[in-house]
Nanobody, 123 residues
Framework: QVQLVESGGGLVQAGGSLRLSCAAS????????MGWYRQAPGKQRELVAA???????NYADSVKGRFTISRDNAKNTVYLQMNSLKPEDTAVYYC?????????????????WGQGTQVTVSS
């Protein structure tokens, strides 16, 4: 019912920049928080950055000052501007969105995930 599609990944040299985009589509009434996660081979998936519907942001310590998350609520799209990239930023980056679902009896929040986009930073 809801699909998240990431784009913008690729190969870049250390010190370079990339901008990731994630567009949500489908049966969307509203979206709460959106975020970016990443997972390198053999490592745990980690939160990179998150943003609420009101624009409050949270970043992993490793990317503070280098990455910027933003969103366009009208387009149901979240972005991740990545500057001063380092080889350790190499990972598959996944988009996440939390959507509220209201039934006759309760309110639920459902997490949706994109398919991932590869970011490779060479030294």
């Amino acid at each position: 019912q809801v699909q998240l599609v990431e784009s913008g990944g690729g190969l870049v040299q250390a010190g370079g920049s990339l901008r990731l985009s994630c567009a949500a589509s489908g049966s969307i009434f509203s979206i709460n928080a959106m975020g970016w996660y990443r997972q390198a081979p053999g490592k745990q998936r980690e939160l990179v950055a998150a943003i609420t519907s009101g624009g409050s942001t949270n970043y992993a310590d490793s990317v503070k000052g280098r990455f910027t998350i933003s969103r366009d609520n009208a387009k149901n799209t979240v972005y991740l501007q990545m500057n001063s990239l380092k080889p350790e930023d190499t990972a598959v980056y996944y988009c996440n969105a939390d959507l509220p679902v209201t039934t006759d009896e309760d309110l639920f929040v459902i997490d949706y995930w994109g398919q991932g986009t590869q970011v490779t930073v060479s030294s």
